[in-house]
C-alpha cells in the first residue's frame, strides 16, 4: 500500500493528502458505477415503457370493437332471427366476450403495476447517482436530506400515476361490462322500452371514452 512508507516516515500531512485522493477516486468511481446502472435501468424503462404504450392502444382497440359489436346488436334487433336458438349463440358470444375482456383487464393492469415498479427503480437510480455526486462535491448533511425529500416526492408522484393508469383500466371494463350485462339482459327480457335506454347508454358510453381519450391524447 502507498501509504505504508509515509507511515514508517511519519509524514502524516502527506498520508493524510494521500488518504483524500483516493477517497476522491473512490467516490469517482462509486459515481460512475452509480451511472452506468441508471443507463441499464433507462434502457427497461423504454422497453416496458413501449410495452405499455402498444398494450393501451390494442387494448382500447379491442374494446372499443366489442362496444360497437354490441350496438350492431343492439340496432338489428328488429331484423336477426329471435329464435331460442340464436338467443343463446348470441348469449354464449356476450359472455365469452366479457370474460375475454376481464382477462385482457387483469392483464393489463399487471403489465402497468410492472411499469410502476421500473419507474420507481429508475428513480431509485437516479436518486443514489445525486446522493453520490453531492457526496463526491462535500455537500452538507442538509443537502442530502433534501434529496432524500425530492426522492419521496416523486415516488409519491409515480405512484398517484400508476394509480390514475389502473382506475382508467377500471373504468373502461366496467363500461364494456355494464354494456354487455345490460344487453345480455335485453335479450332475455326482449323489452322494448328497455331497449332504447339500453341503446342511449351505450352510445353514450361510447361517446365519452372517445371524449376521454381526445383529452388524454391532448394532455
Known amino acids: 500500500m502507498q501509504t505504508k512508507p509515509l507511515y514508517a516516515k511519519g509524514d502524516i500531512a502527506e498520508m493524510k493528502k494521500l488518504e483524500k485522493h483516493f477517497e476522491a477516486n473512490e467516490r469517482k468511481a462509486e459515481v460512475r458505477s452509480k451511472l452506468e446502472k441508471v443507463k441499464r435501468c433507462k ?19 379491442y374494446l372499443d370493437a366489442v362496444l360497437g359489436d354490441i350496438e350492431g346488436i343492439r340496432d338489428d334487433k328488429n331484423t336477426i332471427e329471435k329464435s331460442e336458438e340464436m338467443v343463446n349463440k348470441r348469449r354464449i358470444l356476450l359472455m365469452d366476450a366479457r370474460d375475454f375482456l376481464r382477462g385482457l383487464s387483469k392483464s393489463a393492469a399487471q ?10 427503480d429508475l428513480n431509485d437510480c437516479e436518486y443514489e447517482v445525486s446522493v453520490a455526486s453531492a457526496k463526491l462535491k462535500g455537500d452538507s448533511p442538509e443537502a442530502l436530506q ?10 409519491g408522484k409515480l405512484r398517484a400515476e400508476s394509480r390514475k393508469r389502473l382506475i382508467h383500466i377500471e373504468e373502461d371494463l366496467r363500461d364494456v361490462e355494464a354494456s354487455i350485462n345490460n344487453t345480455l339482459g335485453t335479450r332475455e327480457a326482449n323489452a322494448g322500452p328497455a331497449d332504447e335506454e339500453i341503446d342511449k347508454k351505450a352510445r353514450l358510453d361510447a361517446a365519452l371514452r372517445k371524449a376521454k381519450r381526445r383529452n388524454n391524447e391532448a394532455v
Open 43 to 61: 434502457v427497461v424503462w423504454t422497453t416496458v415503457e413501449q410495452a405499455v404504450t402498444r398494450t393501451t392502444k390494442q387494448n382500447e382497440e
Open 146 to 155: 433534501n434529496l432524500k425529500k425530492e426522492k419521496a416526492t416523486e415516488d
Open 111 to 120: 403489465l402497468m403495476l410492472h411499469f410502476e415498479r421500473v419507474e420507481m
